[in-house]
């Protein structure tokens, strides 16, 4: 019947939607999952043309705001020094990543025991440690075996090429006697379940047409779909609506006509990333949750962390191999865990990057004035491009109630839907870590060769890792969703995405949300029987 309750609705077919998705599939539950952006077409990609570059800062924009597609909701960052970026399609954010992906420590879980910050995640390495696994094998994860920064875990794939830039930052870490690694990358190194390996090409962050990248539409959602989960593109939620009884009973949806629909759902599960899903929770009002849903606890939308980045770029005599390859090569966890001397908590990963196409080569050297004007501007910009590759410090964010996602006074999506606010502040603890990961950073270049840097802190356009704002926890008073995702307050809700951590970890999040939806989806599996009661 049409207007028949679904089993389960999903929002949101980005990374752990798409996960969560495929897991819950096998159950044959009757799934919908409601997508305000479209399935992306990959021969239309930038990476198939000549313009990927320019097109980086058009309609393949990281920003929102910038790329303004009528499947996008604008953000109001202008109270942050780090800007939001995202992408809204099948395939949510994964579009544009750049697919580094390494996992948490154990020790992220645990950061109130061992350093007496923050709060200790309800769960262990332990408990994702299946799901890891799970989720490595249907993404396809390229790396070796064997790194000692972590417990053991066996690639699918040999690691991506070092390159002449990650052979050359090499030998610096090498002369300093700090810990390198091969990446883990989502990105496959040979064919690897129908998808193309990687060619090399280098435009991965406006999407691989090669497929080699493992963005969700290509990954888990042919496999969701063909066992039965239906996708609706171009359905964007307004609201979840609640019954008399203040369970969740479906959603307010607006189609690409403007037009309004209802569904009804049993269970409901949020898929709409760190500021995507406290945006639609704080937009579901209700007599039973006037302050937004599932929000008794008044944390929807508190403690949003980014991961504050710093980038430090070398300039080398030598030609490097530039922008051709993955940007992913190697890391360097060096500086990961707390060592209270260097004046800060918590610690960081250094993403050893390749070089840069001539438009950013170009960008970077004017905004960093080693291309001035004039008659030597071309040979000055002779001598950075191909010769410039760095890294970057991706820093431990410690949540703080008063960096917020809450919905802007007056900022509307094309379908006149509040738009989310952000107010964030970068904390002492994350100054002094990005002051230190910079300082370091410029040794092991100089020790490799680098002749001039150029650096970043923090990337204001860096906001690509979005966490903490509906965390996990066992105290109702003090998390919003339990340690299996589900809501404290609305009994048939979960929340599947970023927004549940606890804490940000030094590394890219992904690989851990995506476990943690499969994990969310088992814990459903296994009580399937009571989880209405
Ligand atoms: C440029 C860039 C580079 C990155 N590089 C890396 C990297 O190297 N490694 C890494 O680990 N991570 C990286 N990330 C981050 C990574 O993409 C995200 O962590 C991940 O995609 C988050 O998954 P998610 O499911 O929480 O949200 P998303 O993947 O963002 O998906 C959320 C989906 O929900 C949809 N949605 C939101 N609101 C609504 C609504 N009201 N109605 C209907 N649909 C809605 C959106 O359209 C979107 O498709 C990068 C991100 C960017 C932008
Ligand atoms: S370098 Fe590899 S992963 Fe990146 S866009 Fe090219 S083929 Fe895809």
Redesign the pocket.
Known sequence: MPNDPVDVLI???????AAVAWSLAETRMHIVC????EWMKPHEYPSSGRDWEARRFGDFS?SPNRRGRV?D?PVNDDNSPISV??????????I??????PRFHPSDFRVKTLDGVADDWPIDYQTLEPFYAENDRMMGVSGLAGDPAYPDKQPLMPPLPLGVAGQTLARGFNTMGWHWWPSDSAIASEDYEGRGGCINLGAC?VGCAQGAKASTDITYWPHAVRAGVEVRTR????EITVDEDGLASGAI?IDADGLEHKIAAHVVIV????V?TP??LLNSVSAQFPNGLANRSGLVGKNLMFHPYASIQGIFPEPLDGYRGPS?CIWSQEFYETERSRGFVRGFTYEINRGRGPVATAMNGVMADKIPWGPDHHRRFRDLYNRMTGMVAICEDLPEKHNTVTLDAELTDPDGIPAPKIDYTLSENSQRMLAFAIERASEVLRAAGAVDLITESPIAVGG???MGTARMGTDPERSVVNEWGRSHDVKNLFIV??SIFVTSAGV????T?QALALYVADSMKQRLANLFD
């Open positions: 929002i949101g077919a980005g990374a752990s939607g409601l997508e305000q952006g990281i499947t909701y970026a995202n992408f809204n399609a099948v395939g949510g954010s994964t544009l990543y750049a697919g580094h992906f962050t359905a964007r939620v307004r949806y898929a709409c990333n760190g995507g945006r639609l992913n690509w890792h979005l995405d970023g890219n999040p992904t690989r949300i």
